[in-house]
């Protein structure tokens, strides 16, 4: 059994749903009306392209192009997460550590599930890997973004309570507990929500494609359940990490704040 297959009316009938968001904002006067339309037109034109490209990909069987894609996402991951902040860390710094970790640990928990627990050969195969990487990072990005987003914030809004606590001699670290023990629950919680739900109030998309292509429903909820326990810990060591990265970026090596590293608020995250 394959999967139906979609056709354009099909597509064109989902996409006219969004006049459903298009209304909310014009009735309640949210102005979001262009950020719709911006957002939709190039969710299509992404989804469309990654289309033709994955299927060059899965065709070829050198691990150059899995490593060549997978730099990509990594890149494009680090920059969301970076154009998401409201007060964002000045400088290339930010970008260039959160595509380096995010691919450093979206690598290691994609081998760690392709490699040691799927097992297919040849593990490192682009049509293998890839879709794994995508749910990782996807995840990973949505709880740095939060993290640093609260780190930031909190920063701005407890400096004194911060200075104070420096002034009277803790460390970066001591005096960022508080914000940071806060900043580190405020990004794993959208990783906790979703494992809390899954099955009773969504069918995730791991499980819920393998269905729609004729898998047998519990196997597809054995590879659910595997995907949701990877995407916990990558989230966990991403989150953890991003997090003491945001107070050594707001302090010195002489435990002060450094607030003026940070760009002026925006709107934008």
């Known amino acids: 059994m394959s999967a139906p297959v ?26 979001l009306e262009r950020t719709l339309a911006t957002t939709a037109l190039r969710m299509v034109v992404q989804l469309s392209l990654v289309g033709f490209v994955l299927t060059f990909v899965f065709a070829q069987t050198s691990p150059a192009w899995t490593i060549a894609v997978a730099l990509v996402m990594a890149a494009a991951a680090g920059y969301e997460v970076v154009s998401r902040q409201q007060r964002r860390l000045a400088g290339p710094v930010p970008f260039v550590l959160g595509t380096g970790m995010l691919l450093f640990v979206g690598t290691l928990f994609s081998v760690i599930a392709v490699a040691g627990l799927i097992g297919p050969e040849p593990w490192y195969a682009p049509r293998y890997l890839l879709p794994v990487l995508g749910m990782v990072l996807g995840n990973a990005m949505t ?28 460390s970066r670290f001591e005096a960022f507990s508080d914000v940071l023990r806060r900043g580190l629950r405020t990004g794993l919680m959208p990783i906790l929500n979703a494992m809390a739900v899954a099955g009773v109030v969504s069918l995730p998309g791991m499980m819920t494609g393998q269905i729609l292509a004729g898998a047998d429903p519990v196997e597809a909820a054995k590879y659910q359940m595997m995907i949701l326990f990877v995407i916990a810990g990558a989230t966990a060591l991403s989150v953890l990490l991003a997090g003491f990265a945001a107070v050594r970026l707001l302090t010195d090596d002489r435990h002060r704040l450094r607030l003026e590293r940070l760009l002026p608020a925006t709107s934008s995250a």
């Open 143 to 170: 709880g740095v973004s939060l993290v640093l987003d609260a780190i930031t914030s909190a920063a701005v809004r407890e400096q004194r309570q911060i200075e104070a606590h420096l002034a009277l001699g803790a």
């Open 6 to 31: 979609l056709t354009q009316f099909d597509l064109a009938i989902a996409a006219s749903l969004i006049l459903l968001n298009a209304a909310v904002s014009w009735g309640f006067r949210l102005g």
